[in-house]
């Protein structure tokens, strides 16, 4: 193609202005991916930390609870159910959860705080919460069996509060689905730490069966938690526990009683808030960057398009259409743009691919020690991610704005008359 | 359709003369600078048959630069009408009077004819990539025309690995190669010595002859004068010698 081989040597031919313009393009590309890969990076790991503890990515609940959550707003749970929402494409795991909010107390204190009925098994294997034992150790099994003290476990510094530990006793109170207050006695068997402050500092985990004996909800949950293999599938999984229960995707309008399922956009709106604002904010800079390249581009192609006018009038006097020169000039920046952005997209995925394995050091920007965000705790470390997107979006709109940037200089060149151009009359 | 001042025929009409490649009837060009009106041609009739080779001749300023780029439809004139290959292109629009030079006139500039970035046989078959040939088909009519003109080694040269005379010999097969109907040479030799310019214009009388082209070239140049068969005098933007007689 006459376009694509006029623009490489041209470009060829002055190495040095063409090699510092290519600079200016790769450095902002790669700029781009680099941070495009750590913004992602930082927000899946804020939601994947929000997620996969509290909420999973997605849950099946009753219309009256996603309006209030009271402990009679349950669903009936059977193997049944359980087995329809585990078969759904993306499902990986599923746990039915009594959720009851009361007062759990030690001797002289007590903390008002939620009580989270689980069957410690699937519950292990949904959420990563067992993992989190700092002192003794997660639930049985079993539940307790007739007159054996229940066991709980608690968030760290719920503990801390209370200043018990494992082996020590508490008191619950909790709202029973029948309106009466339930209560009994518990036996600490561990203490967990999650990273995310609305367990470790409100939360207690006891069996399942042992919650519903509390609150009288014999063979119902208030919620199902689900774990889903993809974030960002999230809610077209949603969609299709959805038709698979033959439940709804929105509570608006539903009797109390009615099953809806919920992906983590809508259980956690506020963070789904915060990644919206994040990228758009994010996206300010972008165009600041994307400003800087395209100046780069406009200052390269204008000088070459002034260099070469003489050479254009002779183009367009043998026969060459006005467009057609158009178009070749606007190739031409293509070509400039598109060799800048695959070098610049090759440079911000090799660095960003090395930080999403070894990660960056957020403790080498200051001397805190932990690192939280919307009560949600970060490791010392924040890993990069390289998605398709994150590679592909900054290339693509670096051709975009090449051509934008060519196009000036190019409609400039494009309507020169070929006879006073070539007389040498214009200036 | 563009229809003349004079309420003439449209562009579309077909001259029954086309024996005669360029007419030129009562044309004045008037160019305005600013509050300065300069009239380059004052009134301008002329014929030039088909297979001729004719030289435009005169001062500096007396206007042949701008007669030229009339019939080559690269301006258009104040009045009058120019008539190339039988067709009036006194008013097209600038696509139109590109693809009509593409389709009917072949050019040879001063100087600066050729792309810098292209070698030799790249920048003589332009006119026909812009015609959309094939490139074997471009092969047979550039190659040949190239070794006719005595560039058949340097086919691979960029313009700036070529002598004055080899650039304008390039440019000088870039107009052949589509078989224009005119080929139109503005101070073709000025840039080159006499010795350069003589052989440049013997090859041009050559091809004319063998290709039945019609060739229309300014010149200020005696020497070239001298071996032109046909040369017409102007003076103050008037044609005041047309020997065709001669
Ligand atoms: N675009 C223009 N704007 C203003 N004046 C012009 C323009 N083109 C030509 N002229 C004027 O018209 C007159 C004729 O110019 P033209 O270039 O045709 O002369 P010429 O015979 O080719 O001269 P030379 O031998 O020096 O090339 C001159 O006075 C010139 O200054
Ligand atoms: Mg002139």
């Known amino acids: 193609m006459l376009a694509v081989r006029l623009g490489i040597r041209n470009l060829a031919r002055h190495r040095w202005r063409t090699a510092l313009t290519l600079a200016g393009i790769a450095l902002s590309v790669a700029l781009m991916v680099w941070s495009l890969a750590f913004i992602e990076g930082w927000l899946g790991q804020m939601v994947r930390a929000a997620t996969s503890v509290d909420t999973g990515q997605l849950q099946v609940q009753t219309a009256g609870w996603a309006d209030t959550p009271r402990p009679y707003h349950a669903l009936t749970v059977d193997a049944d159910l359980l087995g329809t929402v585990r078969a759904v494409e993306g499902v990986v795991e599923v746990s039915p959860r009594v959720e009851l909010f009361g007062i759990i107390g030690h001797e002289q204190r007590s903390q008002v705080g939620r009580v989270v009925g689980v069957h410690p098994d699937l519950e292990t294997a949904a959420t990563p919460i067992a993992d989190g034992i700092v002192d003794g150790r997660w639930l049985a099994d079993e539940a307790a069996p007739l007159g054996a003290p229940r066991e709980v476990v608690l968030g760290e510094s719920l503990a801390r509060k209370l200043r018990v530990g494992a082996g020590d006793e508490l008191v619950v109170f909790a709202e029973a689905a029948d309106g009466s207050l339930g209560n009994d006695l518990l036996v600490v068997v561990g203490v967990v730490r999650t990273g995310n402050f609305a367990v470790d500092q409100q939360s207690s985990f006891v069996h399942i069966d042992d919650a519903r004996f509390l609150a009288a909800l014999e063979g119902r949950a208030n919620a199902i938690l689900v774990r889903t293999d993809d974030l960002d599938r999230a809610s077209s999984v949603a969609d299709a526990v959805a038709s698979a229960l033959g439940a709804s995707r929105d509570p608006e309008g539903l009797d109390e009683e009615e099953a809806v399922v919920r992906a983590w956009p809508e259980l956690l709106p506020g963070i789904f808030q915060i990644i919206t604002v994040s990228r758009s904010s994010f996206a300010s800079m972008y165009v600041f960057i994307y400003l800087v390249a395209a100046v780069g581009i406009l200052n390269t192609q204008r000088m070459s398009a002034l260099e070469r006018r003489r050479e254009f009038g002779v183009l367009v006097a043998v026969g060459m259409r006005p467009r057609r020169l158009l178009r070749t000039l606007l190739v031409e920046a293509l070509v400039l743009g598109g060799a800048g952005a695959l070098i610049g997209c090759g440079l911000g995925a090799a660095i960003a691919g090395y930080h999403a394995t070894a990660g960056l050091n957020l403790e080498l920007f200051t001397d805190q020690t932990s690192f939280s965000y919307m009560g949600v705790a970060f490791s010392d470390r924040l890993y990069a991610e390289l998605g398709v997107r994150t590679v592909v979006e900054p290339v693509v709109v670096m051709l975009g704005v090449a051509v934008l940037s060519g196009l000036w200089p190019a409609w400039t060149a494009a309507r020169l008359e070929p006879a006073p151009t070539i007389a040498g009359r214009t200036t | ?235 103050d933007g008037r044609v005041v010698e047309d020997g065709a007689s001669r």
């Open chain 2, 1 to 235: 359709m563009t229809t003349t001042p004079g309420g003439a025929p449209s562009a579309e009409t077909v001259m029954d003369d086309a024996a005669q490649p360029i007419r030129v009837e009562g044309v004045t060009k008037v160019f305005r600078q600013g509050p300065l009106e300069v009239h380059a041609l004052r009134g301008v009739d002329l014929v030039v048959d088909q297979g001729a080779f004719a030289a435009l001749a005169g001062p500096s300023g007396c206007g042949k630069t701008t007669l030229l780029n009339l019939v080559g439809v690269l301006d258009t004139p104040t009045t009058g009408r120019v008539i190339v290959g039988g067709r009036d292109v006194s008013s097209l629009s600038r696509g139109e009077a590109a693809d009509f030079r593409l389709a009917h006139v072949g050019f040879v500039f001063q100087a600066y004819n050729l792309v810098p970035v292209l070698i030799a046989y790249e920048n003589a078959e332009f006119t026909l990539l812009l015609r959309n040939r094939d490139p074997a088909a471009r092969r047979q009519i550039v190659e040949p025309l190239l070794e006719r003109v005595g560039l058949g080694d340097m086919m691979d040269r960029k313009p700036h690995e070529l002598s004055g005379g080899q650039q304008q010999r390039v440019a000088v097969v870039r107009a052949l190669a589509t078989q224009p109907s005119i080929v139109l040479a503005d101070e073709p030799t000025a840039n080159l010595d006499s010795a350069a310019s003589d052989e440049l214009i013997d090859l041009m009388l050559e091809l004319n002859r063998e290709l039945d082209t019609t060739f229309l070239f300014a010149t200020h140049d005696r020497a070239v004068l001298d071996r032109t068969p046909w040369v017409i005098r102007m003076l």
